[in-house]
């Protein structure tokens, strides 16, 4: 048939009658991403090489190419007479094309022309912008030279107005006055305090305009005009600067407020503030200071310290107040734009610490350090008052922040002073307690009047260096930290030499330095040491603890209550001491007392070697156990010097170690004659001797009597035995059968 494309088939395989159909896709092959705007082929590729053999991507890319290409022949053959018109009416197409290209050159060529007389004309605008700016940037400049010509001749003008000194003023003419500028008021007066004003005016004026010059000077920097005028300039400087500084002097030492205010404005216009201070602190402040600190005395001169400076500075405030408070006040007006100046720093404390460090260097000096203190506090009262005369919270941070202000306080070697104190204080307690034997306190004695309850100079010498810390000619308030952990410091010293010596008891170990005394030591000793523990407890936890609170009143509260809870810290471990000073007691009395007891060993002998009857009556060693407890707490000075509690737990303590050794005893001696008894008996059935009364009976009876006037000795001394547990232990191991259960005498 005619007309019809007719497309070649694909090639099909032997099996494809029984395989899919053409144009079915295997699932990871999708021909409708073909059609979406961002199809990208190679990306696409990619993608399914991945997974998909590269034959097999091919061949299912040529069977759609196939498929596409049938589906064309078959639109084709569906539509083939419209197909077939289409071509006919296309006629004469290339003529169409011609008509349509003929008017394009034109037209191109139009545009051309218009784009290029648009950018000559752009080229133009900007380049007369260009012209415009730079000639609005030499206008500027020219501009800017003109003020300053014109400034710099008027700077000229105002200064050649300037007479050379204040007495040529009533030798002016009308004409040289009315270049002032002076009100009718002022024309009319001709003495010296008008013509200090209009001159302190003028010379204002002259700043104001001074300050504008520099401005410009800023603005037109290494422009040869400038360079050129730059002489004259700088010579109207200087003479601005001396006849400022004429005025000013002039106005301090006529005290006139008008002429002061009217230079300060001055100096602050031109920011030359440290000029006016300089010249406030040669002119007024050196030489008043130097008569006061620049001369030694007598005392001096002979190498004795008795000048200080507290004397110095109570001079030097009266000075302050009588001839600067003036310029302190005006220089301190509100919103008056003089907060530049700072006369208070770098004209007074300046001119205060160059006087001190070249005439009295020797009064910085930390080496003698009462002298150092009374300077130091009076150096601190002085600062004070000059901090006086600022007029807000702000102004003194500033002046603080002042270098003359850390270099003043530089000088004042808070450390050193500290150490030394620290020498001192620390080295006389180390003396004390270093010391081989315990020194008491006499009533006539110097320590015992200042310290009357303590009865040991250790312990006098600790309560006296715990106050020295905290002494107003001692302490430092800007060390109180370090005074604070030198206080625990002591405090920790002394109980290191109470426990050091207790434990150098227990082990019979050489004695460290100062713990000799307690090798030897009774428990009278041991007692003292124990009244002055509690003594120092109730000190640290009551006056001392206050005492320093009162004087760290001006921290905030967070601050007192930790160094409150430091000290009182330190009082527990004074009175962690107690337990241990206790202990020691009852075992010194315990050493003592048992040494009866070693007669108990002699019992089962005597019964042995003697043919007596049963005992009815107690062994002597008895009475004896119990006394070096009752005459030691029942003592004047126990009951002087021990509280009720502390002597109801030696009574308790000493006892129930007595009780415990005489069972520990009473038990061996009863194990060793249990042993014998076997032994006698066996020998008395080999022998068929007859047994009557045997001498462990005796041995027993004699124990369990001994052991019942033991318990009506603790009796008597306010305890009851039965509530002893080794007193229980011990009427089991001796007591008859029949009297295990009830404890009677």
Request: glycine share 4%; charged share 25%; net charge negative.
């Amino acid at each position: 048939m005619s007309g019809v494309v007719a497309a070649s088939p694909s090639p099909r395989s032997a099996s494809d009658f029984f395989s899919d159909p053409c144009d079915s896709h295997p699932l990871w092959f999708k021909p409708s991403l073909f059609l979406s705007p961002g199809f990208d082929s190679e990306a696409y590729i990619s993608e399914l090489r991945t997974f998909v053999p590269f034959d097999t991507l091919r061949s299912e890319l040529r069977s759609h190419l196939s498929s596409l290409n049938r589906e064309l022949v078959d639109l084709i053959n569906r539509d083939y007479a419209d197909f077939v018109n289409l071509s006919t009416k296309l006629v004469d197409i290339d003529a169409a094309v011609v008509r349509t290209r003929a008017p394009l050159p034109e037209l191109r060529e139009k545009i051309t022309r218009f784009r290029g007389s648009v950018e000559a004309a752009l080229f133009a605008l900007r380049s007369g912008l260009h012209q415009r700016s730079d000639s609005a940037a030499s206008r500027e400049v020219m501009e800017l030279l003109l003020d300053t010509f014109h400034v710099v001749s008027k700077v000229e003008k105002l200064i050649e107005a300037l007479p050379s000194t204040p007495d040529d003023w009533p030798n002016e003419d009308d004409n040289s006055m009315g270049r002032i500028s002076m009100n009718d008021e002022n024309s009319k007066q001709q003495d010296g305090t008008t013509m200090r004003e209009a001159k302190s005016m003028l010379l204002e004026r002259i700043a104001s305009e001074m300050n504008r010059l520099n401005f410009y000077m800023a603005h037109a920097q290494n422009l040869p005009f400038i360079e050129n005028i730059e002489k004259r300039i700088q010579s109207a400087s200087v003479l601005l600067d001396a006849s400022l500084g004429h005025c000013f002097i002039d106005g301090l030492d006529n005290s006139d407020a008008s002429v002061l205010y009217n230079c300060l404005r001055a100096y602050a216009a031109i920011d030359n503030s440290k000029n006016a201070e300089e010249i406030f602190r040669t002119t007024i402040v050196a030489p008043f200071t130097h008569r006061i600190i620049g001369h030694e005395t007598s005392a001096d001169a002979a190498g004795t310290s008795g000048d200080e400076l507290e004397n110095d500075y109570k001079q030097i405030k009266h000075f302050i107040a009588k001839d600067c408070k003036m310029l302190l006040l005006i220089s301190s007006t509100d919103k008056s734009g003089l907060h530049v100046f700072n006369f208070l720093a770098n004209s007074i404390l300046k001119e205060v610490l160059f006087a001190i460090q070249k005439v009295k260097p020797g009064e910085f000096s930390p080496g003698r350090p009462a002298q150092f203190l009374k300077n130091y506090k009076a150096s601190l009262d002085f600062l004070a008052y000059l901090e006086g005369y600022c007029p807000s919270r702000s102004a003194v941070t500033k002046f603080r922040a002042e270098a003359v202000y850390i270099e003043f306080m530089k000088q004042w070697n808070v450390g050193v002073y500290f150490s030394l104190r620290f020498q001192e204080i620390a080295g006389g307690l180390d003396s004390a307690l270093t010391s081989a034997s315990l020194v008491f306190i006499h009533d006539s004695d110097s320590y015992q009047r200042s310290s009357p309850n303590l009865m040991l100079r250790q312990s006098v010498t600790l309560l006296e260096s715990l106050r020295s810390c905290w002494k107003e000619d001692v302490l430092v308030f800007s060390a109180a930290d370090k005074f604070l952990r030198f206080t625990l410091q002591l405090l920790l010293r002394y109980c290191n030499w109470v426990s050091s010596a207790v434990n150098t008891r227990k082990s019979n170990a050489s004695p460290s330095p100062g713990c000799e005394w307690a090798v030897s030591a009774t428990a009278e000793d041991f007692v003292y040491v124990i009244h002055d523990v509690n003594t120092l407890i109730s000190e640290v936890r009551g006056d001392y603890v206050g005492h320093i609170s009162q004087y760290l009143s001006s921290c905030s509260s967070e601050i007192l209550d930790l160094v409150r809870k430091s000290i009182l810290q330190g009082g527990e471990s004074l009175e962690n001491l107690l337990p241990l000073l206790t202990k020691t007691i009852i075992e010194v009395i315990v050493d003592e007392s048992v040494e009866g007891l070693r007669q108990l060993k002699g019992i089962t002998t005597t019964v042995m070697m003697t043919n007596k009857p049963l005992p009815v009556r107690h062994s002597s060693y008895v009475v004896g156990l119990l006394r070096p407890v009752k005459a030691i707490l029942e003592g004047d000075k126990a009951r002087h010097y021990l509280t009720q509690e502390t002597r109801e737990e030696l009574l308790l303590g000493t006892v129930t170690e007595i009780t415990r050794r005489y069972y520990e005893l009473a038990a061996e001696a009863r194990n060793t004659e249990t042993l014998l008894q076997k032994f006698r008996q066996s020998a008395q059935r080999r022998a068929g001797a007859a047994s009557g009364v045997s001498e462990t009976d005796k041995m027993c009876m004699q124990l369990f009597i001994d052991i019942q006037e033991y318990g009506r000795n603790i009796s008597a001394l306010g305890l009851k035995p039965a509530d002893i547990t080794p007193y229980c232990s011990l009427w089991q191991c001796v007591a008859p059968a029949d009297r295990q259960n009830s404890i009677s005498f």
